[in-house]
């Protein structure tokens, strides 16, 4: 068996680094902590590469070092005392994803799929599955492998497999609400990201609440979610709207998004202060994710509100 050579592996790792960060983005919830994932996981094969020659097996090799590391990873954060999540209010540590790091080609066909499968309220919900569950649903329903595949990855049984897969697919039923199309369609359909625009620098609560469903959320980490559409109005009143600001599209988790800016007064300057994921059920508006985060507005573009 001929062992990877450093040019053989590096053209190897580059093909399939893209795809390892989202999987290890879906099973982690954060960005960050899955571009270290990736890091280790490409380490953890250079020091093991006696192990495999490069052949066509070479993808599930990968996936099997990244999940790892993955567990790892998670495992570690419960031992000190952190992810011990029991509803998407749990899941302070969900970043955005900027569309502009995704690639759709980097995997398997099912455009549909990977839409639904890096939109956050998708990925605050299957954090609340056991890591082991998270991994099959993972690799059986968004990677496209068989059984008999994800069980040589996951070093489990067929019979295993099956049945995490069933537990898993059991708790998104009952937790996730996906009325089917694309994110970016359901949620602007019709014009309802266009009428949030339009409330939302009118400070227009009433109107704004109108376009939210009953049980719509307000996820905004670190602080607590908002749950209902009148608690979400009255927050906006009370915290947001005293400011005078503007929103800016821009494109997370494979759909549309916007960057809030406001007027600082003291260096006569337009800043920008969060970062609005939306998602809709066609009709209404029903998750909204607010980051203020330095490190997340950092990744992305904010020169076409810097430049108004």
């Known amino acids: 068996m001929d062992v990877l050579d450093e040019a053989r592996f590096t053209e190897l790792s580059e093909r399939h680094r893209r795809e390892l960060q989202v999987h290890s983005y879906r099973m982690l919830g954060n960005l960050e902590q899955a571009e270290d994932a990736v890091q280790e996981a490409l380490l953890r094969a250079w020091k093991g590469r006696a192990s495999f020659d490069g052949g066509p ?77 998270r991994a099959v649903l993972l690799l059986r329903d968004v990677q496209g492998y068989s059984a008999a595949e994800t069980a040589g990855i996951l ?102 998004a916007f960057v809030a800016f406001t007027h600082e007064p003291i260096h006569d300057q337009v800043v920008p202060f969060a970062l609005l994921v939306i998602d809709g059920d066609g009709r209404s508006i029903t998750h909204i994710h607010a980051y203020a985060d330095p490190r997340d507005l950092a990744r992305f573009d904010l020169s076409a509100g810097l430049a108004g």
Request: glycine share 6%; charged share 25%.
């Open 155 to 256: 070093d489990l049984s067929v019979a295993a497999v099956t049945s995490a897969l069933q537990r898993a697919r059991a708790t998104l039923r009952g937790r996730y609400d996906r009325p089917g199309g694309p994110p970016e369609m359901r949620a602007n359909s019709p014009n309802l990201l266009e009428r949030y625009v339009r409330a939302w620098e009118a400070a227009d609560v009433a109107g704004l609440v109108a376009l939210l469903r009953e049980d719509a959320v307000l996820i905004m980490p670190p602080r607590p979610t908002v749950l209902g559409a009148t608690q979400i109005g009255e927050f906006l009143a009370r915290s947001i709207f005293p400011m005078e600001t503007r929103l800016i599209a821009t494109r997370s988790n494979l759909g549309l």
């Open 57 to 133: 097996g070479a993808r599930a090799w990968l996936y099997r070092i990244v999940t790892t590391t993955c567990f790892d990873i998670l495992r570690a954060a419960q031992r000190r005392g952190e992810r011990v999540v029991e509803s998407i209010a749990d899941v302070p540590w969900l970043q955005p994803y900027p569309d502009a790091l995704l690639d759709a080609a980097d995997e398997p066909e099912g455009a549909a799929i990977r839409r639904e499968t890096v939109e956050l309220a998708y990925l605050a919900v299957i954090q609340l599955l056991p890591a082991r569950q």
